[in-house]
């Protein structure tokens, strides 16, 4: 396959998670029978050091129809009420990608002007059903005319966790640079490939990200397109992102030393031995949390889960894990509720279910977000991690 990214051929496939359904479509009971399972194969570019898939989903099917909601996650919430401070001084916003408002709100209580455009046709109603001004619809360069046409050009553009979603990165740049003023700041949020090795985190690939980014690969990106990366911020989210903010050649005072510094650490990280590496330590990892669920329903040890998101799917579809190891997980967002996990096909319950089926371990699929969990269940639970493998209890 070619490298989506600088046109390469020669790839290297370094992880293969065998045959996965669509990470973030949550099936009813009657749907089960007509889920679609494809290959998840994940390749690395050693000329421009890009990670992508080797199997593309259309935009549309994954995108139209969403079950993720931002704003449930408590942590999410204060992570773009920070960037929206960031952002205070700005004329014109415009968020691609912008969920259900979680970063259009904050903005709006700033007094900054702020559109989002978003194209799942369900979440982004919820957005406008709060005030908070969203078009449904795909990014191109015909929406992006359409909104300069009607609001003008914008001095801040972001993606939050969109830009790994690309099927064409390039097309989605120039109509960024069509819509974002002369001086203006694109900045966008990716998960980190480096975070992704590093902690064995191999639960972040799935259908729905294409790409997973360094630095490096985002430099050469941008180079292409008469763009540079102005600075890079290493952020929590997602189990560890990079904030990066990117202007058209010619403006500001160039790369800060954070980008610097970030671009040299890469070369001993985004290695091929590094990746092989990597794909072994994931079957021992996946391994050793199939052994230990297998062990908890040997002795009779009530196990549930906490959380459903994305990797849910990459998780317990790689390890053969479904509700006779996990019996049921809970989840906060409606929208999941009272459906299944993909392809294994776990219950997604409400935290209320939990009063009337009491369980003695929870899995924290979300495990990021361990603290905010504890404080909702309690703390009344042996908390299991399932990357890498570990039993946690209340501090």
Known sequence: MTCLLCGHRDLVEFLNLGQQPLANKYPSQAQFESEDFFPLSVLFCERCRN?????????????????????VNAALVRHFEKLADKLASARFVVDIGSNDGILLKPLKEHGVKAIGIEPSINV???????????ITSFFDLLAARELEKTYGRADVIVASSVFTHLENPHDFIE?????????????????????????????????DRIFYY??????????????????????EPHGGSLQVSVRHKGQGDGPTAN???????????????????????????????????????????????????????TICNYGNIGPSLIAFTVDDSPLKQNKYTPGTHIPIVPKSYLDDNPVDIL??????????????????????LPIPPREVRQP
């Open 259 to 313: 980008v610097i510094g970030q671009l040299a650490e890469e070369n001993d990280v985004l290695t091929s031995s590094r990746l092989a590496a990597f794909g072994r330590d994931v079957d021992i990892q996946i391994a050793t949390f199939r052994d230990l669920l297998a062990g908890y329903k040997e002795a009779k040890v009530k196990v549930a889960g906490y959380g459903a998101p994305a990797r849910v799917s």
């Open 214 to 235: 360094s630095l490096t690969s985002l430099q050469k990106l941008f180079e292409l397109h008469g763009m540079y990366v102005a600075d890079v911020e290493h952020i």
């Open 175 to 207: 109509a960024v640079k069509s819509l974002l003023s002369d001086d203006g700041r694109f900045v966008i949020e990716v998960e980190y490939i480096g975070n992704i090795l590093k902690n064995i985190q191999f639960e972040r690939f799935y259908l």
């Open 124 to 134: 982004s109603k919820i957005a406008n059903d709060q005030g908070l001004t969203t």
């Open 51 to 71: 990670v992508q898939l080797g199997t593309l989903i259309s935009r549309q099917r994954m995108f139209e129809d969403y079950y993720y909601l931002s704003s």
């Open 363 to 384: 899995v924290v699929f979300a495990y990021e977000y361990l603290d905010d969990i504890r404080k909702k269940t309690g703390g009344a639970y042996r908390y299991l």
